[in-house]
């Protein structure tokens, strides 16, 4: 056989008889031959890689979001670089790597990147996209993300409807994207009612304990506190937990994200819910779209979100 039969032979859409195809199989079969991506890319200037940047690797609400990526990637004959953002503080040596690899797009996944990477990224030539950031006119990249306002309107809404008058809000960074507008749309509906807005530094359960501490330390009657991502409040719960205080007899605790342990019988946390699924898919059928076509530059996308409520709300 020819190389260029073989070659046509494993290329899909490629023209190839149907003897051909056989008779290479067969020897591909025999000879345990498998076509060397690497050696296909120096030939195509392609390589089937895209990066898949974030901070949150220790997040479980997170695990889902790389779960449905890198088997979404696979399913497309794709294949995921990971980068991790978290001691990386200004996204260099990320960028770096994403381009000594020479990946085709960048998604990133996390709604506080570096300042400056989603930028640099596309600076680099690098078809980009953001999930979980911030949709607008300053966007350098194209974004997914949920409706954060509106997801801190439901919950205050929810609050004042089950009768609590004493709120909180519990953020992660204060300068989260995610976290300033999930207690925008807090605020708004709130009002007086919101006594006290706390930012526990990062998304982790022990962040969340310690912050619930500090909120009970400086008033002990809250009745209501609406945490910025479910991980917090699980934390929060647990800190409740440990001085006593009923959840949600004495005061009511929402999350955000529902990931599946908010779901858990020991927790039941009622949260609101994103989309991961429908956003994630998008991302990739958007990002796959665009590297095909360099006009293709897909348009920012704002998914709706859901209150699940369970046993967290009074």
């Not at 990066?51 to 696979?74: C, I, K, W, Y």
């Not at 497309?76 to 996204?91: F, T």
């Not at 609590?164 to 749309?185: Q, Y």
């Not at 969340?208 to 501490?213: F, P």
């Amino acid at each position: 056989m020819s190389i260029s039969a073989v070659s046509r032979t494993f290329t899909e859409g490629a023209s190839v008889s149907a003897k051909t195809r056989e008779r290479v199989l067969e020897a591909a079969a025999t000879l345990g031959y498998r076509p060397n991506h690497l050696a296909r890319s120096l030939m195509t200037g392609r390589t089937e890689l895209i990066g898949l940047v974030s901070n949150h690797f220790g997040n479980p609400a997170f695990m889902e979001v790389f779960d449905l990526f890198t088997r979404e990637l696979q399913a497309r004959g794709l294949r995921p670089l990971l980068a991790n953002l978290g001691e990386d503080e200004d996204g260099t040596a990320a960028l770096d790597m994403l381009r000594q690899y020479n990946v085709d797009a960048v998604v990133i996944a996390t709604s506080a990147p570096p300042a400056g990477f989603a930028a640099s990224c596309r600076a680099a030539g690098l078809p980009v996209m953001h999930v979980f950031g911030r949709a607008g006119r300053s966007s350098p990249v194209p974004v997914a993300t949920v409706d954060n306002v509106a997801g801190g309107r439901l919950v205050a809404e929810a609050m004042r409807r089950h009768g609590l008058r004493r709120l909180a809000f519990l953020g992660g960074s204060a300068h989260d994207a995610s976290t300033i507008d999930r207690n925008k749309g807090f605020a708004e509906i709130a009002g007086r009612l919101l006594r006290e807005t706390i930012h526990a530094g990062d998304y982790t359960h022990e962040h969340g304990r310690l912050a619930m501490h500090t909120l009970l330390d400086r008033d002990d009657t809250l009745d209501g506190v609406f945490c910025g991502d479910d991980v917090l409040a699980l934390g929060a719960m647990d800190a409740c937990r440990e001085r006593g205080v009923a959840v949600p007899a004495d005061v009511s605790i929402v999350g955000f994200d529902d990931m599946p342990l908010a779901a858990w019988a020991s927790y039941s946390l009622t949260t609101v819910r994103q989309p991961i699924r429908e956003m994630v898919l998008h991302a990739i059928e958007r990002i796959v779209a665009w590297m095909d076509d360099p006009a293709a530059v897909p348009r920012n996308k704002l998914f709706p979100c859901e209150l699940v409520k369970r046993g967290s709300l009074r």
